[in-house]
């Protein structure tokens, strides 16, 4: 009777011992994808033929994956869009999953190389524009369509990334503006100074200009 007792609590040490070396065998493998580069400022970053993203820091050029691979085109074309923020930590760049745009952001002191992060998923056909701006804030225009109205949001990307990688909170919007549903031509989004973003038209005319809270 005793032996029964003492094997199966073996047994039940050995099971403990193995469900522990799993779930430190898995954060292991999630720590070795976190890259840190936080003293290096991103050099460059480019969209791919291949559809990769490019990205130099120092002596190292690493290449983020896209949706834009499963599609076998070439992203050479000036709408595949990526941008560095002024401090040179954070990249944006636009994406796909599915049908569905995507804006998704590289932050250099931590992420989950070799994927971005998904900042914002769109519905289905949506257009869009962004600036990464002084103070490491990111402006997100939406264009708009016949029945929603274009509207611009600010969002705070320090904060986003304060408690990665448990939590990525992309809700920390600092300014929102709507504009009248009739205002289907702003169409881009620009940096002019610490104080401000300017909206322009297809054209690349300046339309309104907006002060950052």
Same mark, same amino acid.
């Given at each position: 009777m005793?032996?029964g007792?003492?094997y199966a609590l073996n ?6 011992l ?5 779930l430190?065998?898995?954060q292991?493998?999630?720590?070795q ?5 936080s003293?290096?400022k991103?050099q460059?970053? #480019?969209f791919? @033929?291949?559809c990769t /993203?490019?990205v130099k820091?120092?002596?190292?050029? &690493?290449s +983020?994956?896209t949706g834009?691979?499963?599609?076998g085109i ?6 595949f869009?990526v941008?560095i923020s002024p401090s040179?930590?954070?990249l944006?760049?636009?994406?796909i999953?599915?049908?569905a745009?995507q804006?998704?952001?590289f932050f250099?002191?931590k992420t989950?190389?070799?994927t971005?992060d998904?900042f ?11 600036s990464l701006l002084?103070g490491?804030?990111?402006?997100v #225009?939406?264009? @708009?369509?016949?029945? /929603? ?5 600010v969002?705070? &990307?320090? +904060?986003?990334y304060k408690?990665y990688?448990n ?6 919007i600092?300014q ?12 881009y989004?620009?940096?002019v100074?610490?104080?401000s ?6 054209n ?10």
């Open positions: 005793k032996s007792k003492h047994f039940l040490i050995v099971a403990l193995l469900v522990a070396f799993y430190w065998f898995n292991s493998l999630k720590q994808t976190l890259k840190n580069y003293k290096y991103i460059e970053a #480019l791919t @033929a291949d /993203i490019a820091i120092k002596d190292e050029t &690493l +983020l994956k834009y691979q499963d599609l070439s992203c050479l074309d000036p709408k869009i941008k040179g930590k954070y944006a760049h636009v994406d999953a599915g049908s745009p804006l998704r952001t250099t002191e989950k190389y070799p971005s998904v914002l998923t769109f519905p289905p056909d949506t257009d869009y524009d962004f002084p490491d804030k990111l402006a #225009l939406t264009r @708009a369509t016949a029945t /929603i109205p274009a509207k611009l949001t969002y705070d &990307l320090p +904060l986003s408690n990688p939590v990525f909170n992309t809700q920390t600092v929102e503006q709507n504009f009248p549903k009739s205002a289907s031509t702003y169409w989004v620009e940096t100074d610490k104080t973003i300017r909206i322009l038209d297809k690349k005319v300046p339309l309104a200009q907006i002060k950052l809270n």
